[in-house]
């Protein structure tokens, strides 16, 4: 008794510390990008902390990942490139539009990947549950661009940057990723460490660390004020936890379950945002935004328990798509952080 108790317990701060992780991160991520106004920077320091803490937590033995072999990391380069352009359109989408926006561009996902499927991976067209879900989404997503009083080409050029990479990493870099034959902390250290090594290449080409530079000599050497050291920490610290907690979680209970899980998320961002600052959508720009969100349940609830005959019957196969639902999870995640 006392050992499922505990069990219980156990499952229950996994579930609590991934829903914390999860609804926050997206309005902690616009709060850091906000306060520390370098995108670049941000994410390199996200990078930094996600690979640095999977390297530690492997030495301690809380977690196994492969090791960094740079035979491997040839074949990932591909990956890592896609992973580091979503992670950034993905910033300067906080940067230049409210979590709101965000978070409406974020569940658009489903209905590119859908259409990328059929087209140009072949994949049977979506059944008809599927293809109703698909439209609520875009619905949604049409009432809520129509009315967002906060409309800029420059924030809706980052929103397209952002899907056209995310959708790109969704349909076809996860399948190669797989291929590779990584575990899940693997894939994490992998994606991190590479777009740690290709940071600078990008501050040198976006010019953005001339700002940075200009920043530390106009504040005594000094980047960092107290208030955006706080927030940044935050940012890198949470874009950790939700790696941790996110595949801890997803073990600990049940498929269905993990999903109603970031269902209710997705609401308790919304609210959080609403209610901590006003930066957010008219209310008209909200109901659109849910009707989205229940377009994202919908359509979740047609695509699970697909199962798949060939899987079934070999255990490599099996395998093979184990490790491709660990993929999928941490390219749902990517979505919601900065960063790991």
Same mark, same amino acid.
């Given at each position: 008794?006392?050992?499922?108790?505990?069990?219980?317990?156990?499952?229950?701060?996994?579930?609590?510390?991934?829903?914390?992780?999860?609804?926050?991160?997206?309005? =902690?991520?616009? #709060?850091? =990008?906000?306060?520390?106004?370098?995108?670049?920077?941000?994410?390199?320091?996200?990078?930094?902390?996600?690979?640095?803490?999977?390297? &530690?937590?492997?030495?301690?033995?809380? /977690?196994?990942?492969?090791?960094? *072999?740079?035979?491997?990391?040839?074949?990932?380069?591909?990956?890592?490139? &896609?992973?580091?352009?979503?992670?950034?359109?993905?910033?300067?989408? /906080?940067?230049?539009?409210?979590? %709101?926006?965000?978070?409406?561009?974020?569940?658009?996902?489903?209905?590119?990947?859908?259409?990328? %499927?059929?087209?140009?991976?072949?994949?049977?067209?979506?059944?008809?549950?599927?293809?109703?879900?698909?439209?609520?989404?875009?619905?949604?997503?049409?009432?809520?661009?129509?009315?967002?009083?906060?409309?800029?080409?420059?924030?809706?050029?980052?929103?397209?940057?952002?899907?056209?990479? @995310?959708?790109?990493?969704?349909?076809?870099?996860?399948?190669?990723?797989?291929?590779?034959?990584?575990?899940?902390?693997?894939?994490?250290?992998?994606?991190?460490?590479?777009?740690?090594?290709?940071?600078?290449?990008? !501050?040198?080409?976006?010019?953005?660390?001339?700002?940075?530079?200009?920043? $530390?000599?106009?504040?005594?050497?000094?980047? #960092?004020?107290?208030?955006?050291?706080?927030?940044?920490?935050?940012?890198? &610290?949470?874009?950790?936890?939700?790696?941790?907690?996110? #595949?801890?979680?997803?073990?600990?209970?049940?498929?269905?379950?993990?999903?109603?899980?970031?269902?209710?998320?997705?609401?308790?961002? *919304?609210?959080?945002? *609403?209610?901590? !600052? %006003?930066?957010?959508?008219?209310?008209?720009?909200?109901?659109?935004?849910? $009707?989205? @969100?229940?377009?994202?349940?919908?359509?979740?609830?047609?695509?699970?328990? &697909?199962?798949?005959?060939?899987?079934?019957?070999?255990?490599?196969?099996?395998?093979?798509?184990?490790?491709?639902? %660990?993929?999928?999870?941490?390219?749902?995640?990517?979505?919601?952080?900065?960063?790991?």
């Amino acid at each position: 008794m006392a050992v499922v108790q505990k069990q219980h317990y156990a499952t229950s701060s996994l579930v609590i510390g991934y829903a914390l992780c999860s609804s926050l991160l997206a309005v =902690i991520n616009k #709060f850091a =990008i906000t306060k520390f106004n370098y995108p670049g920077l941000l994410t390199a320091l996200q990078y930094l902390t996600s690979a640095l803490g999977v390297w &530690v937590l492997g030495k301690l033995g809380f /977690l196994t990942h492969d090791p960094f *072999v740079w035979e491997t990391a040839k074949k990932f380069l591909p990956a890592a490139v &896609v992973f580091y352009l979503a992670i950034f359109t993905n910033t300067n989408l /906080l940067r230049h539009a409210n979590v %709101d926006t965000f978070i409406v561009f974020r569940s658009l996902t489903p209905l590119l990947v859908a259409v990328a %499927d059929v087209v140009f991976r072949k994949q049977p067209v979506p059944s008809k549950v599927t293809f109703v879900s698909l439209l609520v989404i875009l619905g949604g997503a049409v009432g809520y661009v129509a009315t967002d009083s906060g409309f800029t080409l420059t924030a809706y050029s980052w929103a397209f940057a952002y899907l056209v990479t @995310i959708t790109t990493e969704m349909v076809y870099i996860k399948h190669m990723v797989t291929n590779l034959g990584l575990n899940t902390w693997g894939f994490v250290y992998y994606n991190n460490l590479l777009s740690l090594m290709m940071a600078p290449l990008f !501050w040198v080409v976006t010019g953005e660390y001339t700002d940075v530079f200009a920043a $530390v000599g106009s504040n005594g050497g000094n980047v #960092f004020e107290a208030v955006a050291f706080t927030a940044v920490s935050l940012s890198c &610290v949470f874009g950790l936890l939700i790696s941790f907690f996110g #595949f801890a979680c997803r073990k600990a209970i049940s498929a269905t379950a993990f999903t109603v899980t970031g269902v209710v998320n997705k609401f308790l961002t *919304v609210a959080i945002n *609403v209610v901590i !600052w %006003d930066k957010h959508a008219s209310p008209f720009g909200l109901f659109c935004l849910l $009707v989205t @969100i229940a377009g994202g349940i919908l359509y979740q609830q047609s695509v699970t328990g &697909v199962s798949n005959p060939s899987a079934q019957r070999d255990p490599a196969a099996s395998k093979l798509m184990e490790n491709k639902d %660990d993929v999928d999870e941490y390219s749902e995640e990517d979505q919601e952080k900065g960063s790991v």
